[in-house]
């Protein structure tokens, strides 16, 4: 697999020094060494002083952290960037809240564009309704305005908008006045992201890579697909990750794989699999994740896209083609055709070959012990994202309204995963959830379902090398001799051992555990700011003033 990386001047040798290196290799290490865009020595301070007068550049940490840069293991990176960019309602306290920032944003834009918004949850509102057609027209004065809900499963939009795309009333998900599910939200989607020009998403996407090397993230795993983006954006934002210094991209396209003609058309959009954000099903905000049982606020059960069958289909053809195979699924229902599917396919061209494809199944949010124990048996990594259970978790959150208490309670069990041996890979899911991987790993040291939670250095790891492990790689996401470059330079206070359990997190303190410490975590507190991002032993951000 080659990597994504930009054109590179030439590689200087750096001597880090005088800080903390979070490391394998020496939990006690305070330096580090790189060349050639590799990691070439980590050790102690005193070692250091050998290497001093070889290299081309000296940096002194004054105390600084440096770790592996993480991976956000599933974005959508155009669409981050125009939410950081266009009309953001994340932060939207209720229904009429929402519309002023609709009637300002269009009063302060050109006219003639489509309105790109995003990050409203009526689920957080008073009213506990989304706006109705006739409340969006009169806020967007006659625009044609786009607005997905927070998790990008729905969406309500403007008459100026549908009369762009007037068979969106004929397809299934079509509602007169309520927000636009399935086949009728994909078209206008569609229309709405079509209306954005090249340069507009050029902008956005280095808009979206910016902040996330700003956040000490060094890759991310792009999931794109027809019902997403198009392959103009797709191939577009690879092309410029390449050509330009940032985050490397690896990019996953979703969709189906029914023999190696097909599987040669995904590598030639340059993706590393059909994979990622192939719908098996929706998201439980917008009532479309399938589930063995009805919704606890609504008589329906979801949406389901995809079968066993033709998941079975799908893995067995990628199997075959030596391509990495995945879904997006979320609902019980969802994830058992998923196993099922799966293992019809391993059944076809043999578990051991199943395996070692490294399939993957994003979301993976209503597993069950038995769903958990198909994922180990088969092989499968869960690419999934805490930030979920933070937003939504808990008695009062949205999961207790969708599902009731009881089953919300069952989701996302990380520590269940981790004991039967499931790889984890953690990630944003870019806008649905903001880049915030030390809040991300917070999330999941502080899952609201205690009997869920994991390790701070648990949680971390999904995050730095479980995505290198994801996309096939265990040679990375880790400071020893021989990996990428790919790092990190924190400021942050001291450094501690957390765990769920306090008898784990007493031990591990001792230095003779030789355990390397992490940045406290402990909700409430401050996360650690970023100094400095380097991928492949190039530089991609330093913070201002530093």
Known sequence: MTESTAPQSEHRTVLLRGGDVHSPADPFATAMVVERGHVAWVGSEGAADAFADGVDEVIDLDGALVTPAFTDAHVHTTSTGLALTGLDLSGARTLGEALDLVRSYVASHPAGRVVLGHGWDATRWPEQRPPTRAELDAAAGGRAVYLPRIDVHSAVVTTALLDLVPRAASLDGYRPDAPLTGAAHHAVRAAAHGAVSPRQRADAQRAALAHAASLGIGTVHECGGPDISDEEDFTSLLKLAAGEPGPRV???????????????RIRELGAVGAAGDLFVDGSL???????HEPYADAPVTGTAHLD?????????????????????????????AVVDGIRTAAGKVGLGRVRAARHRVEHAEMLTPETVAAFAELGLTASVQPAFDAAWGGEEGMYARRLGAGRARTLNPYAALLRAGVPLAFGSDSPVTPLDPWGTVRAAAFHRTPEHRISVRAGFTAHTRGGWRAVGRDDAGTLVPGAPADYAVWRTEELVVQAPDDRVARWSTDPRSGTPGLPDLSPGGELPVCLRTVVFGQTVYVRPNE
């Open 250 to 264: 690896f990019g996953y396209w979703a969709e189906q794989v029914g023999d190696e003609k097909d599987a040669r």
């Open 285 to 291: 905000g917008s009532h479309t994740a399938c589930l």
């Open 308 to 336: 066993a069958a033709q998941i079975a289909a799908h893995v067995a053809a990628c199997t075959e083609a030596g391509l990495q195979a995945g879904f997006h699924a979320i609902g019980d229902a969802a994830l058992a």
